[in-house]
């Protein structure tokens, strides 16, 4: 009887006295500019009590943004825009006073690049690295 008992108190204890609380969060983005037509992964890390940081998603945190629409961390733009900017806001879960505000612009230029195909980057001649003489 004794286990029973002390094994729902010891799991209790374990998981509030050790759980670390998310001191602060920050924006930690790949890029510059959304893109248009896809999802743009909005990247956000808490900072914990204990000094480390780790990522936190959507089950932590409250995406909101004035164009397109969030699944999860990832934010869908059309492919044909009305806005040049969006702005965008994360809210904890936990502490509703810890909020992100942050204006991104949506790249104009479209990724119409050709890149080279295996048998033209396999014809290209070896690059020579120079040496140095002693």
């Known amino acids: 009887m004794k286990k029973i008992l002390l094994i729902p108190l010891l799991v209790a204890f374990c998981s509030t006295g050790f759980a670390q609380k998310v ?4 924006f930690n ?3 510059d500019s959304l893109k248009k037509g896809t999802y743009n992964y909005i990247n956000i ?3 914990l009590s204990n000094g480390s940081f780790r990522p936190m998603d959507s089950t932590q945190l409250i995406f909101t943004s004035s164009y ?3 699944y999860g961390n990832s934010l ?3 492919f044909e825009p009305a ?8 809210k904890s879960r ?3 006073s810890q909020i992100l505000y942050r204006t991104i612009y949506i790249k104009k230029a479209d990724d119409d690049a050709k890149l080279k195909t295996v048998d033209e980057i396999m014809a290209e001649p070896p690059k ?3 040496r140095r003489k002693n």
């Open 23 to 26: 001191d602060s969060i920050y």
């Open 29 to 31: 983005l790949y890029t």
């Open 45 to 47: 890390i808490g900072k």
């Open 68 to 70: 397109g629409k969030f």
């Open 76 to 78: 869908w733009l059309p």
């Open 83 to 90: 806005v040049e900017k969006v702005e965008i806001t994360v």
């Open 94 to 96: 936990q502490n509703p």
């Open 128 to 130: 020579r690295t120079k």
